[in-house]
């Protein structure tokens, strides 16, 4: 199916899309700060400058969209337009996701990844179950945890 605009106002699109302060980034920065956590932003100081940085947990909170970090749910389908360049962006996304995982597990913190498909879609969670998950994650530890949309029904 051939695109419905331009390929310089599907560009000029594209490149809107924002990397920080997305909805469901603001949603759970929200929802957690009414819960009463503190948190610092964007931490340049971490490998991938995670979202949410909790440094009295020595945690970090990532707030993944699906298709930019190539998750298989039903928000991710690989473009039909310059399936070349998308498949190397996003493989090279994966790759950065691991070795910034690697990174920050290594100097002793712990990582929470929150994918879009948890927030939205069909395969969507309450957001009080989200946020229950979160905070228990935050209080009682765990090294790596993940929380994702529920199974397709």
């Known amino acids: 199916m051939a695109d419905i605009v331009s390929p310089e106002t599907r560009s000029r699109m594209m490149s809107g899309i924002r990397g920080k302060d997305t909805k469901p980034e603001l949603v759970i920065r929200k929802a957690l700060h009414r819960q009463g956590f503190r948190y610092r932003l964007h931490a340049k100081d971490l490998p991938g400058k995670p979202d949410l940085v909790f ?82 994650w935050l209080k009682t530890g765990g090294n790596i945890c993940v929380i994702e949309g529920l199974n397709d029904p």
Request: aromatic share 10%.
């Open 55 to 136: 440094p009295q947990y020595q945690a970090v909170i990532l707030i993944n969209g699906c298709f930019w970090h190539g998750h298989s749910c039903h928000l991710f389908k690989w473009p039909a337009t310059r399936r070349e360049f998308w498949k190397k962006k996003i493989m090279r996304n994966r790759e950065k996701d691991t070795e910034n995982l690697e990174a920050i597990k290594s100097i002793g913190w712990r990582v929470l990844t929150i994918r879009e498909c948890a927030l939205k879609g069909r395969t969507h969670r309450p957001l009080k179950e989200i946020i229950r998950k979160a905070t228990s």
